[in-house]
């Protein structure tokens, strides 16, 4: 899992990640810089969009079973002797044909803008309303017909009034200008039909009582549901603000995986951002999750390394909810590169790798095996004014080569790490992974920056180990073969399937790197944006081009 921005599906076994909506990114070019934005404080933004989108189906949803069971009924004393009956059969027919369309879309991953989500709020309640005064009128005209009266048209409009107060989160003063349009339309319409219908205005006439009643009746429904909102809102706010530990606010969820969460946070009074991870509460009761927690702690602790993440704090809340906190990195993981520009040229994989391997060295020799190398677990950061820093990320499943407690905490034969970046003896299970299971890892991954491909691709992530244990991979400039041979071998060498036969450390496998032809033709200079507005993707992506073939 990676610890900085909130998680994609991209495939079978890789993970990407996407910037929290309260981060402005400046791109230019290949290279991302990252801004924290102070939130308005009015609204939870990201917290609002999800709950909107749910509440918003769970809404839609509830108007659909309602008039899809009102419908039956209306088909069941189906007349057509007016044309209004016509009128008011074919609206209710659409009118729930929309509701249903509106709660079926909404899925929990719909990707929504907030404006996006109010506009389908505003349809979801609007088209209830056309109907219900469309039935209104209908009903006025034909009781006062009938019987010389109104009748009793409070029921549909309270039940709007109140689901929308009910499950859209809201401000005030936004829900009163929305309940008032709700409670004023019925107002509207009954003016409406006596203005349209002699008889109807011969009974508002003869009985007003009906009239002052419904505007009694909606004025405190409106009133009373704007309160409310307000209370629903405070109450959400105070959780939000609730929600931090010891020092640190918690201000969004912006990462999850099996072991925890992940969130932006910031030192109250340092006011620095960062990121926490936390662990699950459903996992709090497990002592192989919390001892796995634990050494994440530890193990990270332990590096110093400028290319390595740094670990500022950890602990146990008072209701004892386990925490560390790191580091918060602008920029973006390597995965995030690839996908939004492809391919990167040859002189500045080797700029970013070599110096993931200077951080995976002195984890080598502290002991430590990363076990989950992969593209989005190494960061392309922005540090100290310098572009292109790497970063490596989430030492969750490092472990001490020789630890005699371990299977305590893993049991054997568990399978640990990515399939698409993962060693053959990880795969198979054959041999206990160390440093030059690492090394695999980095070579698959050079694979994949360079070609934009990892070495074994399948929708089945078994297919994908079997091919690490047993196939050869498709050297890489058979899909970029633009490749220089030196790095082609340098990548080959890596993916060996006898770890004998690989680069024996990290050391290694940056030297090798080093010596390359491209090595020297990628500085940091280059990963710096131009000049100027912030390009749009198409644009970075031209830049990058524009970049390989000096490069290359």
Not at 77 to 100: C, E, K, P, R, Y
Not at 114 to 123: F, H, M, S
Not at 188 to 194: E, I, M, P, R
């Amino acid at each position: 899992m990676d610890d900085r921005l909130s998680r994609t599906e991209t495939g079978p076994a890789e993970l990407t990640l996407e910037a929290p909506s309260d981060l402005s990114v400046e791109c230019s070019g290949p290279s991302c810089r990252v801004h924290l934005v102070e939130g308005s404080g009015t609204e939870l933004s990201g917290d609002t969009e999800n709950l909107l989108r749910s509440r918003l189906r769970s809404a839609a949803l509830l108007l659909f079973a309602g008039f899809s069971s009102f419908l039956v009924y209306h088909i069941w004393q189906l007349d057509f002797g007016t044309w209004m009956q016509v009128v008011i059969f074919a609206s209710h027919v659409a009118t729930t044909a929309i509701m249903g369309l509106i709660g079926f879309s909404l899925c929990t991953r719909c990707q929504l803008s907030t404006q996006q989500l109010r506009g389908l709020e505003l349809v979801t309640f609007a088209i209830p309303a056309a109907f219900f005064l469309l039935l209104q009128h209908a009903k006025a005209m034909n009781w006062a017909d009938l019987y010389g009266m109104l009748p009793g048209l409070s029921a549909a409009w309270l039940l709007q009034i109140f689901l929308y107060a009910l499950f859209i989160p809201n401000r005030w003063p936004r829900a009163a200008v929305v309940l008032g349009l709700m409670a004023a339309a019925p107002l509207v319409g009954v003016v409406g039909s006596a203005i349209l219908d002699a008889d109807s205005a011969a009974a508002i006439q003869s009985d007003p009582s009906t009239l002052v009643e419904m505007i009694l009746v909606l004025t405190l429904a409106a009133v009373s549901s704007v309160w409310g909102v307000h209370t629903i809102n405070t109450l959400r706010t105070e959780a939000y603000r609730a929600k931090q530990l010891g020092q640190y606010k918690l201000k969004r969820l912006i990462g999850s995986g099996g072991m925890g969460d992940v969130y932006l946070a910031e030192h109250q009074l340092m006011k620095r951002p960062c990121a926490i991870k936390v662990i699950r509460a459903e996992k709090a009761g497990d002592p192989k999750v919390l001892a796995r927690f634990e050494r994440e702690v530890q193990a990270t602790a332990k590096l110093s390394h400028w290319n390595s993440i740094d670990i500022f704090d950890y602990g146990r809340a008072d209701d004892g909810t386990f925490y560390y906190v790191m580091e918060f990195l602008p920029g973006m993981n390597l995965a995030e590169l690839v996908r939004r520009y492809g391919p990167m040229p040859a002189a500045r994989v080797i700029h970013l790798v070599r110096q993931a391997c200077d951080a995976l060295q002195e984890a080598h020799e502290v002991g430590l095996v990363h076990r989950d190398i992969k593209p989005a677990n190494i960061f392309a950061a922005v540090r100290g004014g310098q572009y292109d820093v790497a970063k490596l990320l989430d030492f969750g499943l490092a472990k001490p080569v020789a630890n005699l407690e371990e299977d305590q905490i893993t049991q054997e034969g568990t399978i640990t790490g990515s399939p698409l970046y993962m060693s053959p003896e990880q795969a198979i299970g054959d041999r206990e992974p160390d440093a030059r299971s690492d090394i695999y890892a980095m070579g698959a991954v050079i694979y994949y920056l360079l070609t934009g491909k990892p070495p074994f691709d399948d929708e089945r992530p078994m297919k994908v180990l079997i091919a690490h244990a047993h196939q050869s991979p498709v050297p890489p400039t058979q899909h970029q073969p633009e490749i220089p041979d030196d790095v082609e071998q340098v990548v080959l060498r890596c993916l060996h399937k006898d770890p004998d036969q690989r680069y024996q450390s990290a050391l290694d496998l940056a030297q090798a790197l080093e010596d390359c032809r491209d090595a020297d033709h990628w500085t940091r200079q280059d990963a710096r944006p131009t000049t100027g507005p912030a390009k749009t993707p198409a644009t970075g992506g031209a830049a990058t081009s524009a970049k390989r073939s000096p490069a290359k």
